[in-house]
């Protein structure tokens, strides 16, 4: 083999080795629990462990919703 195509085969298998770290990390990401902590003002309350919560999470989602532009700061 040409030094070329060592240096290609040697940056193939690393960006594989990359992808596969990535995906391994990404599946661990994925399984974890969100935790939405209390800030001072208590307007950020809501927890979820499941992705169908019950009719008032949906409410307490849908308030959330209308008061990002003042936890940001925006207009």
């Known amino acids: 083999m040409e030094r070329k195509e060592i240096l290609m085969v040697v940056l193939i298998g690393v960006l594989l080795l990359t992808t596969a ?3 391994i990390q990404l599946i ?9 902590p209390t800030t001072s003002s208590g307007s950020a309350t809501l927890t979820s462990s499941s992705p169908t919560g019950s009719p008032s999470a949906s409410v307490s989602k849908q308030a959330s919703l209308q008061n990002i532009p003042t936890m940001v700061g925006g207009c």
């Open 28 to 36: 661990g990401f994925s399984n974890a629990q969100v935790v939405v």
């Open 21 to 23: 770290v990535q995906s």
